[in-house]
Nanobody
Framework: QVQLVESGGGLVQPGGSLRLSCAAS????????MGWYRQAPGKQRELVAG???????NYADSVKGRFTIARDNAKNTVDLQMNSLKPEDTAVYYC????????WGQGTQVTVSS
């Protein structure tokens, strides 16, 4: 079955950095646009970054210039490098396909706080 396993979250101070990783299995990873999503308490899940099968990225305005998404189709992984983190980035971060969705993984908690 499809599995999505996120890792790399943690507690960081504003201005700090984290690198999130997502390991995917159970589907033909290389043909799907992949995305990183986040959900803060009391808010809907939102797409913050996506990357096409060919490696073209897109970002939500809120993270442009700060986050970088990348994928390795040979390893079935998609990473999110997060720099210049802000408290508003605090959320549980998830990876998934964009469009039709696999089952969500557990996500990884990112907390940005002084």
């Amino acid at each position: 079955q499809v599995q999505l396993v996120e890792s790399g979250g943690g507690l960081v101070q504003p201005g700090g950095s984290l690198r999130l990783s997502c390991a995917a299995s159970g589907f033909i990873f290389r043909i799907y646009t992949m995305g990183w999503y986040r959900q803060a308490p009391g808010k809907q899940r939102e797409l913050v970054a996506g990357i096409t099968s060919g490696g073209s990225p897109n970002y939500a305005d809120s993270v442009k210039g700060r986050f970088t998404i990348a994928r390795d189709n040979a390893k079935n992984t998609v990473d999110l490098q997060m720099n210049s983190l802000k408290p508003e980035d605090t959320a549980v971060y998830y990876c998934n396909t964009v469009g039709i969705k696999a089952s969500w993984g557990q996500g990884t908690q990112v907390t940005v706080s002084s």
